[in-house]
């Protein structure tokens, strides 16, 4: 939860949280930036003008969220024109996982002969980062 101290709110401090339900199997870490974004524009935004303390902006929520919803679960992203100072842009990036992949020894890079004249050449830069790491075990 996020708290805003100020002496306008009743008990001189205005708390307020975000979240998003999701199935069992659904992974969420792709949403913790996400929410964390949200909860903290809105932060900024009620500070600035009142977004969640005045009722008449406070009702737009309900227009922002489906519209949230629809934008991460359609195409992972959604960008909602909130006022005309405000936009409220939010992408999930979603890690690579970890695959265990049946590797055979055919696959795995081996030198045939010492690797450092071949880093003395004007050689690709690409090739320079590799080569380090070719040691015919990974």
């Excluded at 708390?15 to 199997?25: A, L, R, T």
Aim: net charge negative; proline share 5%.
């Amino acid at each position: 939860p996020l708290s805003i101290v100020d002496e306008k709110y009743f008990r001189n401090a205005l708390m307020f949280n975000i979240c998003f339900v999701f199935d069992q199997s659904v992974e969420t870490e792709p949403y913790h930036n996400v929410i964390r974004k949200f909860a903290l524009i809105l932060r900024s935004m009620e500070v600035e003008n009142e977004f969640l303390f005045d009722q008449k902006q406070k009702q737009r929520i309900s227009e922002i969220l489906p519209k949230v919803q629809k934008g991460l679960n359609t195409r992972g992203e959604c960008t909602i024109l909130i006022d005309q100072a405000n936009m409220l842009c939010l992408k999930l990036y979603w890690s690579p996982t970890m695959h265990s992949f049946s590797i055979e020894d055919f696959q795995v890079p081996v030198l045939l002969q010492d690797s450092k004249p071949l880093l003395n050449f004007d050689c690709d830069l690409a090739l320079r980062a590799v080569i380090p790491h070719i040691d015919g075990i990974k």
